[in-house]
């Protein structure tokens, strides 16, 4: 890929085909239709990124934009159904391909920022100029073209956040982690002991939920929990002190 788009102009690019090889050795040869919510904006991104290395390098009559259509499908903005589902289908992702997708997106702010690594789409509410009320309007803004009177509003407040890795260890590897940097060898038990015990899951008899996402996230899709790095790193902690 270096040598395919070696310039720094082409940066996003090299780093979005280098998450697809990623994403792609995770997922193997498993069916994970739960994948394609969370790869749109990469898949956006490549997309009309090799419509414009073709016109570049081979010239307008190469374009595809005219020969396919892509749809663009909308099930209602902000819709709690939906992201509930949505959320509920990621979850369901095998854990290593969550985490090669944690890592696709815990990127720079720049390269976030880059549409040709990752493609965000920004909504803003508009009235028709017909007085007709639809059900939904959406006005879309080109990168560049971004009116004056909408330039302050929008760099206010469309924000890119860092994103987090969430949770991703189960408890064996929690224990085989711990294990290793301490020679301390919990069993089961014992961890969802000191799990309760550091206020990380509810007490025995209590229903089954996240208390504290920094340390531990319970996938109802899974009825597991599944740790952080943060949770092996204090339990290490306290079992060195």
């Known amino acids: 890929m270096s ?34 919510y969370v790869v749109i904006p990469f898949a956006q991104a490549g997309l009309l990124k090799t419509e414009s290395v073709l016109v570049d390098i081979f010239g307008p009559e190469y374009a595809l934009g005219e020969k396919l259509s892509v749809p663009l499908q909308l099930s209602g903005f902000r819709d709690p159904d939906v992201l509930r589902s949505r959320k509920k289908l990621q979850a369901s992702l095998p854990l290593d391909v969550q985490a090669a997708l944690a890592r696709a997106y815990d990127a720079p702010v720049e390269l976030l920022a880059d549409p040709t690594y990752m493609m965000r789409i920004a909504f803003i509410p508009a009235v028709p100029t017909s007085g007709k009320s639809p059900d939904s309007v959406a006005y879309f803004v080109r990168p560049g073209e971004v009116p004056t009177e909408l330039e302050e509003t929008i760099e206010r407040y469309v924000v890119l956040p860092k994103p987090t890795a969430r949770p ?23 961890h969802a002991h000191l799990s309760r015990e550091l206020g990380v899951r509810p ?11 920094g340390y531990a996230e319970y996938i109802t899709s ?11 790193d204090l ?5 060195r002190a």
Do not use: C
């Not at 260890?169 to 089961?188: C, P, W, Y």
């Not at 229903?207 to 996402?213: A, E, F, M, R, V």
């Not at 339990?235 to 079992?239: A, C, S, T």
């Open 203 to 213: 007490g025995r008899d209590e229903p089954d939920k996240t208390l504290n996402i």
């Open 3 to 36: 040598k395919a788009f070696p310039d720094a102009g082409y940066r996003g690019i090299r780093e979005n085909l280098s998450r697809w090889v990623e994403i792609r050795n995770a997922v193997a040869h498993r069916y994970l239709p739960a994948l394609d």
């Open 235 to 239: 339990l290490v902690d306290r079992l």
């Open 168 to 190: 991703n260890f189960s408890a064996m590897q929690v224990i085989d982690e711990v294990h290793r940097r301490t020679g301390h060898k919990l069993n089961t038990n014992e």
């Open 222 to 232: 899974f009825k597991r929990y599944l740790y952080s790095q943060a949770w092996v």
